[in-house]
C-alpha cells in the first residue's frame, strides 16, 4: 500500500473502538493511548461505535474521551462530538428494543429478529447491533462532510458482511482497512503514515 503524504489534518482516520483500538470488551491500553495522541498530531483523529457514550468513555479509559479525539462518536454517531462539543443527538428507540433483546438466551438466526425497516449486525465480542435502516456507521459520516477532507480513512475489525463495520468500509467516501487487534491497527497506521 502507498504511503500518504504524512502531517496533513486535512485527512481523517476514523476508528472502530471495540477490537480495533481497545481489546474486545476492554480498556485501552496506555500504549495505544499515547500512539493516538502521536498520531492526531499528523491526522485529524475520530472514534464511532455502535456503543452508547458511556461505555465509549470507560472503554477510552474513563478521561474526557471528548478532548482526546476531534471528534467521538457513539451509537454510531447519533451522539455526536466535535473538538470537544456536542454537535448533535438523535434519540435511539431502537436501543429499548435492543436492551430487552439483551435479556433473552443467544440465538442462532439473528435474521429472524430483523424487521422490514430495521437492521442486524454483529456489534462487538457477545453482542448483535439493532437499528433503523441509514443509522449503521455511515451515519457519522454526515457529521463530518462539510470539513471536507481529502481522505477519510477507516479501521475496524467487523468489515464483512454482516459485521456493524461493513457499511462503512464499504462506503465509496471511505478508504477501509480491516484490522485483527489493537497491535494490528497500529502496525497498520505506521506502513501508511510512516510512522516509528
Not at 97 to 110: Q, Y
Not at 147 to 167: A, L, P, R, S, T
Not at 171 to 192: A, F, Y
Amino acid at each position: 500500500m502507498a504511503s500518504v503524504v504524512p502531517e496533513s489534518r486535512e485527512i481523517l482516520c476514523l476508528f472502530d473502538v471495540d477490537g480495533t483500538v481497545t481489546p474486545a470488551r476492554s480498556v485501552v491500553t496506555p500504549e495505544m493511548k499515547a500512539f493516538m495522541k502521536e498520531l492526531r498530531k499528523k491526522v485529524t483523529v475520530a472514534l464511532v461505535s455502535g456503543s452508547d457514550f458511556p461505555k465509549v468513555q470507560e472503554q477510552m479509559g474513563s478521561e474526557n474521551v471528548t478532548n482526546l479525539y476531534d471528534y467521538v462518536f457513539s451509537e454510531n454517531g447519533l451522539v455526536a462530538y466535535k473538538n470537544g462539543e456536542l454537535i448533535h443527538k438523535q434519540v435511539n428507540a431502537s436501543r429499548f428494543v435492543t436492551s430487552k433483546l439483551s435479556t433473552l438466551v443467544f440465538l442462532k438466526r439473528v435474521n429472524a429478529l430483523k424487521p422490514k425497516r430495521q437492521r442486524c449486525s454483529i456489534g462487538g465480542q457477545i453482542s448483535f447491533d439493532v437499528f433503523p435502516k441509514g443509522w449503521d456507521k455511515t451515519y457519522c459520516l454526515g457529521h463530518i462532510e462539510v470539513d471536507n477532507f481529502k481522505e477519510i480513512h477507516f479501521f475496524g475489525d467487523k468489515c464483512y458482511q454482516g459485521g456493524n463495520d461493513y457499511e462503512i468500509y464499504m462506503d465509496e467516501r471511505t478508504r477501509g482497512h480491516i484490522v485483527t487487534s489493537p497491535e494490528d491497527t497500529m502496525n497498520q497506521l505506521k506502513e501508511i503514515f510512516s510512522m516509528s
